[in-house]
């Protein structure tokens, strides 16, 4: 059986996104008077860094392709290892606040006072 990079690339970018997929519809599904305001916070930061990712894989398809390095599936693995690094950096930093956001509008849907970050 002869396995290409082409097939290792797509099963580990499957298991990338159906993992992320897969915490944050474990998050959504309890009921959210019920959740711990720390598993909400959690959730929301992992939203917030996937879609921060996304948008930067996006962002890198408007560059053109470098003609030394050509479409090499090694190279692919390292773009997204350091789109996820620069991600969850954005995400920690707090500078966005997306996840922010949807916390509090998370507990204000839910009726949760006092709400606490970890600002």
């Given amino acids: 059986m002869d396995i290409g990079m082409g097939d290792i690339y797509s099963q580990y970018a499957d298991i990338h996104n159906n993992g992320v997929s897969e915490s944050l519809t ?28 996304q948008m930067i894989k996006e962002m890198r398809k408007t560059i053109p392709e470098d003609p030394l390095m050509g479409d090499n ?33 998370m507990c204000s849907q839910a009726g949760i006072s006092n709400i606490k970050t970890e600002e």
């Fill in 26 to 53: 474990k998050a959504l599904d309890i009921k959210p008077k019920e959740a711990d305001k720390e598993e909400m916070l959690d959730a929301c930061k992992e939203f917030e860094q996937y879609f921060v990712e």
């Fill in 73 to 105: 599936e090694y190279m692919s693995m390292y773009e997204d290892k350091m789109y996820q690094g620069i991600a969850e950096q954005i995400t920690e930093s707090g500078q966005l606040g997306l996840a922010q956001q949807i916390y509090e509008s």
